[in-house]
Each structure stands twice: as structure tokens, then as C-alpha cells.
């Protein structure tokens, strides 16, 4: 149960005065439901402006304040924005613009004929002054609005920098005084401030020591939860399962065991044949072969007497695996069946039997195969694919199904740098598959210029011509301000212009159904192209499918590019990833394509990309929601965890563990963090 003294971050934002129904949909949008969240939100940067008294005064770029008389409103003929025309005390004019549906705040905000004073960024425009979506507007006299120096916030629609700093403020009255889970010599290397007064510290300035702590503070729960749950892992009893081969040697693959996939069967055989249970991530490249090393798992437990599930996260990718691995299975007399929330009636109850009698020894599902309904007579081995979709919680669900508690093999295909392995992945042995398959085709990558999407969709129309399929992915589902910036539906629209009923559309925010339906039309080939976004990232299968088009791929990480060409080259045809690069593009954005078009080893470029982001986003993960930190950069991790990591394991060896008088702080950060289910296994174990 949570302590008491957190109760107060957890309540809801519309405890906030100001937020009601309205503002709480784009909070939503930013994951800030909590009043946590919002503590939490800390600025991208901080802008220095300069009072003013004359537009020619301010350079160009320069953020400044300044007093302007409002002498015109002109709405756009076309997609153009709506502009304010003003002036200073001077005569000079500057042109304010709102771009999208702003028109009525800029109306309100600067009458004609009214003064006011005006914070923002001034830009040219033409031969004139432009400040584009003053940050802030207001009609005092008297004094100058905003500070001189301000924090700026990441936003999204419907939220202003004055709003989201004023709730931020109402969040910090809420947050407690907490007792310290660092290690006393610790804080008196860093010099960190306590918690409470990091965390104000933080939205003040660069202030980089507070920011640090709280990068830490999170970094030393994650260590501590994954510590925990190998510690009450290793403490439970499992089945020690030997199997005899007599089933994998009626497998008919048509290709032989590369020398990484043997080790790792090796390494799995070992963990399975101990009474602690298994827990351990295989990882493995783009095509590595994870199928073929999670069967052999499975039928060594089927071999062993006992029963072995997979689970996927969608419902495509289960009847994706469920399709694979029973054409691997013929011959061998392996009863295998799928299950989902699909399924129901006559057919759901006969797999349910199946399982609660042993006659069913592997099955493949979603969530589906750990509801209370569903019971088995032995199991005693989960794979759990794409690892990172799945909570922890979830994982002791499906754990508590076994009468031991199950072996477990997580997979990714995600390559992961050794470096933050540990940070994802800490309470977890790991086997790598780092060789391809021999034979496996090589994926032409190209890189080429926007300015030739016309080409693009010409060479895509021969593609198809030949009875072939094709992935186009886009980085955005909606139109952003900026002009150039290419969207799913806006493609798709143009697209499906030429294509017909041939193009179909896959986005995030599709309702679940709605997604598996476009994802089966393109997998049966009753649709030719794909547009999406990367939903499609990991472990759609479509051998048919052999050209991949990247729209904007500068604006994907390194690993997200590797794991999105990965969807092309499965068959016999040779294949071809289209990399289109938007007119701006940066040097690390070059470096990036480069590194595509020279390399296809997904463990060499996940080395790469974090040497090339620095202290950017964790391997593009951000954009996909896939990485376990809010606050910690990459820079802190590779700085920070290291640290973290030692403070958790003398915690837990030193200082009598969550038990302890310094446990006990522990134990407040692991449910400030919502790491508790560590201090649930405690109390489960």
C-alpha cells in the first residue's frame, strides 16, 4: 500500500484550480494526469528576455519584450496564418502571426486599436519584424509581463507556456518533505540538495546538480526494483525441466542453427534444468532467428512432461507466431493452439480444456492466456515477446499461473548497446544473437531527397505493378504548424489518390480493432501498400512485402531506422529501404543515413546512434514510448547508473535491504517511481 505521505502527488490534476474538462485533455496528451506528472515536468530550457522600447533595437532571434499598438487583424486567404499587424512607440511595424485555429486568442488578445505588452521571439519576415506565437500578451501599463528569464515547458495543443508554469507552481505546493534514500557519503560527494528542494530547484534554472539527483533518484529506483525481483526470483522454487531432444530432433528446419543461436539454446537448456526459476532476455538482431530458439525452449519443456505459453502484444503478432510455429511443429505430434480475447464459445472453452488437462502443451495469445479463467495443468515456461510492451506486473500475473512459479524467456528485438543493457534489463541474464542467418538477403538502402517524391511514388507504382507490397511510414499522425512536416493521413489522402483501395492506414491512435483489421487486409494482400506509423515497428511478418519507403527518416533514431527496414527482406525477393531526407538536415542527421546506407548489424548501429545522440534521446526509444525513464537523459544514464547501481546493491547487502532504516526511504522512492511491485514481491515471496 502506498505511504500516506505520497498521497498527496498522486491526485488528479483537476484538484488544480483552472483545470477542468478542457485542459485536462492536452495534460492527457502529455501524460500529466497527476499532480506528480506535473511536478515532474521539468522546462526543455530557459529563455533570457531583454525589455525593449523600439523594435530595432532587438537582433534578429532575440527574445525580448516589448510594448505594441495593435493597428491591423488580416485572416489568411488560404492555409497561411492569421496575422496581427502592430506597432512600436517608434512607428515600426512588426507582423504577429497564429498559425492553425488561433485566430480567436489572437482576437482576443490584441484588439484593434489596444496596446499591450508582448513577449516572444522576434524572426524577419520580408522586409518587416515577425514574432510568430507571442509566448506571452498583456495589457498592464504599469509593469513588463513574464520574467526576465523564464523556464519553457514541452506543450501540446490548447496549452500556453504562462498556463503550464502556473499549474507546475500550484504542483510544488503539494510536494512533501521526504526522508533521504541516498547513501549518506554519497550526498556528500554530489553536494545534492535534498529531495523536495531539488525538485523546485529544477524549474528555477540550469540548475544541472538538482536535475542530477532526480535523474539519479530514478536510476536507483529502477536498479533497486530489478535487484528486488531477481532476489525473490532466485528465492522461489521452479521446475527443474530436462528434456530428452526427442522432439526437437523431429523439427524439419530448412536451414541450419547459425553458432549464436546454438549458444543461446545452450544458455536457456542450462537455466531450465536449475530449480531457481529462469529469467532471461534474449536479444536479438533484425532476423537473427528468436522463433527458432524460443520453439526449441518451449519443446524442452513439453519434452520435460510440462506446458509452455508465448506471449505477444498484439493480437496480429500472436496469430502471427501461432501460424509460424505450428508449420515448424508438423511432424513432431505437438499439440499447439492460440488464444485471444477473440475467441469465444464452443472453440474458447475446448482451449481452455486443453490446457487444464495437458492435452494442449503449448499455446500462443495475447493477455488473454493469464485471465482467472484460464487455468493449466503444468505450466512451467512463459516467452514473453517484445519484453519492453509488457509490465513487470504482468509478468508475476502470468508467473502465479504455474503450481511453481514458470520460466521465463523475454525476448526484443531491439538491440540494445552493453552500456544500458543493465538500465532495461537488470534483473534479467542475457543471451544475444548477434549473426544472421546465412543466406539472408542484404536490404539496398538508398537515401533520397524529398524533392523527388514524385520519382518515389512512380518507382512504387512499378513495385506493386509486379504483384509485390510495400511499407510507407510517416513520422506524425496530424498536421503540425510546420509546413514541411509530412502525416500519415495527409499521405495516406494523396496516396490513396493514385492507389485506390489498394493503400490502407495504421496509426497509434486507431482503436485496437481497427488497427488488426488494416494490419490483415495488408498481410492476406488484399491491400498492396501500408501507410503507418511506426506501430508497424517490430514483428510484422509480410514476406510479400519488399519495399520499405521512410518518410523524413532523419527524424528517427538509429535503431528505430534498423528495426523499420527489418520489416522488408523476409522473403526470397531481394528488398529495398527508401530513406526520404527532408531539405534541413543536420550533421548528425547525415551521419545517421550514412550509417543505414554502410551497415545492416542492428547491435553496431545501437552502439553508434548512442554515440551520435550524446545527450539526446535513449536509441529513439522516446518516440516510441519504449523506454523506462522520464527524467534520466541519456547522458545521466551513462553518467549516473553506474553509481545508482553500486548504492542499490549496498543497500541491499549492506544495509539490511528495503527492511532497513535507509529501506524504508527506499521504499517510498520505489512508489514514488511506481516501482512497488518490487516491494510486492517482497511481500508475495
Excluded at 527574445?63 to 512607440?89: C, K, M, Q
Excluded at 480567436?104 to 522586409?127: C, F, H, M, N, S
Excluded at 528486488?228 to 523431429?250: E, F
Excluded at 495504421?506 to 494482400?525: I, N, T, W, Y
Aim: charged residues 25%; hydrophobic residues 40%; contains cysteine.
Amino acid at each position: 500500500m502506498r505511504p500516506e505521505v505520497l498521497n498527496p502527488l498522486f491526485v488528479e490534476t483537476d484538484a488544480l484550480d483552472g483545470v477542468g474538462p478542457k485542459l485536462r485533455r492536452p495534460l492527457e496528451k502529455l501524460g500529466l494526469t497527476r499532480i506528480k506528472d506535473l511536478a515532474y515536468h521539468l522546462p526543455d530550457r530557459f529563455v533570457e528576455r531583454r525589455m525593449v522600447t523600439r523594435l530595432d533595437e532587438a537582433g534578429i532571434g532575440e527574445n525580448v519584450i516589448v510594448r505594441l499598438t495593435v493597428r491591423e487583424h488580416r485572416s489568411p486567404a488560404g492555409r497561411g496564418p492569421f496575422r496581427v499587424i502592430a506597432e512600436d512607440d517608434a512607428g515600426d511595424i512588426c507582423v504577429i502571426a497564429y498559425f492553425g485555429r488561433a485566430s480567436y486568442t489572437a482576437k482576443k488578445q490584441l484588439p484593434v486599436g489596444e496596446t499591450r505588452w508582448v513577449a516572444g521571439r522576434i524572426d524577419e519576415y520580408g522586409q518587416m519584424r515577425q514574432m510568430v506565437h507571442p509566448e506571452h500578451v498583456s495589457e498592464s501599463d504599469t509593469a513588463p509581463i513574464g520574467q526576465q528569464r523564464e523556464a519553457v515547458y514541452p506543450l501540446s495543443e490548447g496549452l500556453t507556456q504562462g498556463r503550464m508554469s502556473g499549474l507546475v507552481k500550484q504542483a510544488l505546493t503539494h510536494v512533501p518533505e521526504l526522508p533521504e534514500w541516498i547513501e549518506p557519503s554519497q550526498m556528500g560527494k554530489t553536494g545534492w540538495l535534498p529531495w523536495h528542494e531539488a525538485l523546485r530547484e529544477a524549474h528555477k534554472g540550469q540548475n544541472e546538480p538538482a536535475r542530477d539527483r532526480l535523474a539519479y533518484d530514478e536510476l536507483f529506483a529502477n536498479a533497486l526494483a530489478l535487484m528486488l525481483v531477481r532476489a525473490s526470483n532466485r528465492a522461489q522454487k521452479g521446475t527443474p525441466l530436462q528434456g530428452d531432444g526427442r522432439l526437437r530432433a523431429r523439427l524439419q528446419l530448412p536451414f541450419a542453427l547459425t553458432g549464436a543461436q546454438a549458444r543461446s539454446i545452450r544458455e536457456i537448456e542450462g537455466d531450465m534444468a536449475q530449480s531457481a526459476p529462469m529469467l532471461r532476455l534474449l536479444q536479438g538482431d533484425v532476423g537473427a532467428g528468436k522463433t527458432v530458439v524460443a520453439l526449441s525452449a518451449l519443446l524442452i519443456a513439453v519434452e520435460a512432461g510440462a506446458q509452455g505459453a508465448l506471449l505477444a502484444p498484439t493480437e496480429i503478432l500472436a496469430r502471427q507466431h501461432y501460424a509460424t510455429l505450428r508449420k515448424m511443429l508438423e511432424g513432431t505430434g505437438v499439440e499447439i493452439a492460440l488464444l485471444t480475447g477473440r475467441d469465444k464459445g464452443k472453440a474458447r472453452e475446448a482451449i481452455l480444456m486443453g490446457l487444464l488437462d495437458g492435452s494442449i502443451q503449448i499455446v500462443v495469445g495475447t493477455h488473454a492466456i493469464f485471465q482467472d479463467a484460464v487455468a493449466y495443468r503444468n505450466l512451467a515456461l512463459v516467452v514473453i515477446d517484445e519484453q519492453h510492451r509488457f509490465g513487470v506486473g504482468q509478468r508475476l500475473m502470468l508467473a502465479r499461473k504455474g503450481k511453481r512459479t514458470p520460466h521465463t524467456l523475454a525476448m526484443t528485438a531491439t538491440p540494445i548497446p552493453r552500456t544500458l543493457t543493465l538500465a532495461q534489463y537488470g534483473e534479467m541474464e542475457v543471451s544475444r544473437l548477434d549473426e544472421l542467418p546465412p543466406g539472408r538477403q542484404a536490404i539496398d538502402t538508398r537515401v533520397v531527397s524529398t524533392d523527388r517524391i514524385g520519382d518515389v511514388v512512380g518507382a512504387l507504382a512499378r513495385h506493386i505493378e509486379t504483384g509485390q507490397q510495400a511499407y510507407w511510414v510517416c513520422p506524425m499522425v496530424s498536421e503540425s504548424e510546420t509546413d514541411d512536416m509530412a502525416a500519415a493521413e495527409a499521405r495516406y489522402a494523396a496516396l490513396k489518390e493514385r492507389f485506390g483501395n489498394r493503400v490502407v492506414l495504421v496509426h497509434g491512435q486507431l482503436k485496437g480493432e481497427e488497427k488488426d483489421a488494416g494490419m490483415e487486409r495488408f498481410a492476406s494482400g488484399e491491400a498492396d501498400l501500408l501507410v503507418a506509423t511506426t506501430v508497424i515497428e517490430v514483428g510484422v511478418d509480410v514476406p510479400n512485402a519488399t519495399l520499405m519507403v521512410i518518410e523524413q527518416a532523419e527524424r528517427f533514431g538509429l535503431a528505430q531506422l534498423h528495426q523499420l527496414r527489418g520489416r522488408v527482406g523476409r522473403g526470397a525477393e531481394k528488398s529495398t529501404c527508401l530513406l526520404l531526407r527532408g531539405k534541413a538536415l543536420s550533421e548528425t542527421g547525415r551521419q545517421r543515413l550514412a550509417l543505414m546506407r554502410e551497415t545492416q548489424d542492428g547491435f553496431r548501429l545501437a552502439e553508434e546512434d548512442l554515440q551520435l545522440r550524446g545527450g539526446g534521446e535513449l536509441l529513439g526509444t522516446r518516440q516510441s514510448g519504449d523506454t523506462p525513464f522520464r527524467i534520466a537523459s541519456l547522458e545521466q544514464i551513462t553518467k549516473l547508473l553506474p553509481l545508482a547501481h553500486d548504492d542499490a546493491r549496498l543497500l541491499m547487502e549492506r544495509d539490511g535491504g528495503v527492511n532497513g532504516p535507509r529501506g524504508e526511504a527506499a521504499r517510498i522512492l520505489l512508489y514514488l517511481f511506481e516501482r512497488d511491485w518490487g516491494v510486492q514481491l517482497l511481500r508475495g515471496g
